[in-house]
C-alpha cells in the first residue's frame, strides 16, 4: 500500500495536470513548503492558495500574478534545466531533503518522461524525492530494497542499468530489462515484496 503517513518537507506542484486524487491533493494541501513552477501557480493561486515560492524561466506565469507576487517569484533563465529541477535545487539549498512532487504528469508526454527520469538524478544528489500522481507514485531506488504493499497492487520496475534483478512476493520474474515496458504491470502478491539488486532503477506504485 502507499503510505498514508508520508510527510514530506517541502512540495513541488509542476505545471502538468493539477492533481485530482485525493493523495496528492491531500499533501499539496498539508504542505509546509510550496515551490510551485512558474506555470503551475497560475492555476495554485486561482484556486484560493498562496505558493511560498514560484519558480522557473518565467515565461508561462501571467503576467498579473508575476507583478503581484514578484517578492517570491524567482525567475531563472538557464535553459539547461527544466522548471521542476530549478525548483528541487532551491530547495536543496535551502535544506530541504525530503521532497513530494506532484502536477508533474499528463499534458506533453515528453515533459512527462523528462520530469519522471529526472528522479534518478535527484537521488544522486542525495534527495529523497517521490512523484505523486493521480495513479501512484515513483521512486527512485538504488540497490537491494523491501516495499509495502498488498496483494494484487499493480507494480512496475524501470531500469537504469540495474544488475542481478531478482524478485520476492512478486507475480512475475525480474531480470536485467533493457526496455522500460518490459518491467511494467507487474503485481504484488503479499503485504510487501523485494526487489533485489545492485544499481538504480524506478518503481512505480500503483494505489490499486
Not at 25 to 50: M, P, Q
Not at 96 to 105: D, Q
Not at 115 to 135: A, C, H, P, Q, V
Not at 179 to 192: K, P, S, V
Request: hydrophobic fraction near 35%.
Amino acid at each position: 500500500m502507499i503510505n498514508e503517513d508520508y510527510t514530506p518537507e517541502a512540495v513541488i506542484l509542476a505545471n502538468g495536470e493539477y492533481p485530482t486524487h485525493t493523495l496528492p491533493l491531500r499533501i499539496l494541501e498539508e504542505a509546509k513548503f510550496v515551490a510551485c513552477c512558474d506555470g503551475a501557480a497560475n492555476e495554485y493561486i486561482s484556486r484560493g492558495h498562496t505558493p511560498d515560492v514560484i519558480i522557473g524561466d518565467g515565461d508561462s506565469l501571467s503576467p498579473e500574478y508575476k507583478e503581484r507576487f514578484s517578492s517570491i517569484v524567482h525567475q531563472i533563465a538557464d535553459q539547461e534545466t527544466n522548471d521542476q529541477t530549478k525548483a528541487v535545487l532551491f530547495l536543496q539549498e535551502k535544506g530541504f531533503r525530503k521532497i513530494a512532487i506532484v502536477g508533474a504528469t499528463g499534458k506533453r508526454e515528453d515533459h512527462t518522461l523528462g520530469n519522471i527520469s529526472l528522479l534518478i538524478d535527484y537521488m544522486k544528489e542525495g534527495m529523497e524525492i517521490r512523484t505523486i500522481t493521480d495513479y501512484g507514485v515513483f521512486m527512485s531506488v538504488n540497490g537491494t530494497q523491501t516495499f509495502e504493499s498488498h496483494p494484487g497492487q499493480q507494480i512496475s520496475i524501470i531500469n537504469f542499468g540495474a544488475k542481478g534483478l531478482k524478485e520476492e512476493g512478486l507475480v512475475y520474474p525480474l531480470s536485467d530489462f533493457t526496455n522500460w515496458w518490459q518491467g511494467t504491470l507487474n503485481e504484488a502478491i503479499a503485504d510487501e515484496f523485494t526487489i533485489h539488486c545492485t544499481g538504480e532503477y524506478l518503481i512505480f506504485l500503483a494505489f490499486v
